[in-house]
């Protein structure tokens, strides 16, 4: 079991790029969270999926993000343009929806944009 | 809507002390879990106990156990003997079953141990 597999682990960039962050879930899992922690907002909830589909992205700051999750196996987080006040550590979470089982999350990925 | 407080931004402890991390939720749903996630400088998110919501019994892992009061809504987490490397943030958490599914965290208490 590989775990959850976030790309890139940094990711330094400038205002007003796009960026693009990555999540491959465990096999089997069919839920799949975006989280962002910052030390003044703690973990917030940005969007997440059940079998592929959004279920609630009401968490998702504004037009400049966007989430997609093609197939069971991967998802990305996308913020363009991206701006100073997104830097944060963005994780990736997985698990079983519907049964007891635990979240697991992947290694984050911390955005610095300057 | 699901909440969860932790009023303790920051909590120090001397090695093999014991210390207690407070947490209090808000949910409206009958069937839930809690949870205590650790986050050490690695940043990585680690499970450190968990608790279903229909159990009277505190949940017990090891040096670390819970006191869950359900009328209270709360679910603090205490560490026996603790170690140095249990330095960490500590993020209390609730999940409902069924429905959305979300896991809801708390703002985290940072725990420092003295040796």
């Known amino acids: 079991d590989a775990g959850v597999i976030q790309s890139p682990r940094h990711e330094v960039t400038e205002m007003g790029q796009e960026v693009t962050l990555r999540c491959k879930p465990i096999?089997?899992?069919?839920?799949l969270f975006w989280y962002r922690q910052t030390m003044m907002r703690g973990l917030e909830l940005l969007i997440y999926?059940?079998?592929?589909?959004?279920?609630?992205d009401s968490g998702m700051p504004e037009d400049r993000f966007s989430a997609k999750m093609p197939n069971a196996s991967f998802s990305t987080l996308k913020i363009q343009p991206s701006e100073p006040r997104d830097s944060a550590v963005y994780f990736c979470?997985?698990?079983?929806?519907?049964?007891?089982?635990?979240?697991?999350f992947g290694n984050g990925t911390r955005l610095t944009v300057t | 809507a699901q909440t969860v407080t932790q009023s303790q931004p920051e909590m120090s402890v001397q090695e093999a002390e014991t210390v207690t991390l407070s947490c209090t939720y808000d949910?409206?749903?009958?069937?839930?879990?809690l949870f205590w996630y650790k986050q050490p400088p690695s940043r990585q998110m680690i499970l450190v106990i968990r608790?279903?919501?229909?159990?009277?019994q505190n949940a017990t892992e090891n040096r670390f156990s819970v006191n869950f009061q359900k009328a209270a809504k709360s679910f603090s987490l205490k560490i026996s003997d603790s170690q140095l490397g249990d330095a960490a943030m500590y993020f209390c958490?609730?999940?409902?079953?069924?429905?959305?599914?979300?896991?809801?965290f708390g703002k985290g208490t940072k725990l420092t141990v003295n040796p």
């Open positions: 096999s089997g899992h069919n839920s």
């Open positions: 958490a609730s999940r409902t079953q069924g429905g959305s599914e979300k896991l809801v």
């Open positions: 999926f059940n079998n592929n589909v959004p279920i609630d």
């Open positions: 608790q279903e919501a229909y159990k009277q």
């Open positions: 949910t409206s749903e009958s069937d839930y879990y």
């Open positions: 979470a997985s698990r079983v929806y519907g049964v007891d089982s635990p979240l697991h």
